[in-house]
């Protein structure tokens, strides 16, 4: 008789987005900024533009700007679901850094409470990987000198 395979242990994974929310709402917010500066500054060329166009060409440029309300309100709904990409893609990409952040936060109150043997495990993907291989390195060599020190008495 077969012997059923025993089940994969769950992957680390945070069930909320928002883990740390002022780091995160702050850098969604300079993204979104960001995003709608560029937006301003396309609009306002666009419409000098449009401008120039009709001051220098009037009678060709009038079936334009007779059809510029429906195409302008298509144009905003466009703005409108494009940043909702943004603010989604931004969101995700924060919840990229605040995790580890937010990881660093509790590893160090952890050894802060006297347990050196903690280390920082990021999720693959996350960002500050660097950081965690060379704050992990730091935690083995200081664990070391502890017990160096230990052996010494």
Known sequence: MKQPTPPKPPTARRST???KKGLQVRYM????LSVLCG???????????LS???DTYPVLVQPLYDEFLPIAAGFFYKVLIYLLFVVIISAI????MAGPVYRFEQTCKAIAKGDF???VHLR??????ELQDDFNAMMDRVEEEI???????
């Not at 917010?29 to 979104?32: E, N, P």
């Not at 017990?147 to 008495?153: G, I, L, Q």
């Open 117 to 119: 043997s903690k280390r």
């Open 17 to 19: 987005i928002f883990i």
């Open 93 to 96: 990409l924060s919840h990229k």
């Open 52 to 54: 120039d166009l009709f």
């Open 147 to 153: 017990n160096k020190y230990k052996n010494a008495k």
């Open 29 to 32: 917010v300079l993204i979104v």
């Open 39 to 49: 937006l301003a500054i396309m609009t306002f060329e666009l419409t000098a533009t």
């Open 124 to 129: 693959k993907g996350d960002q500050f990987m």
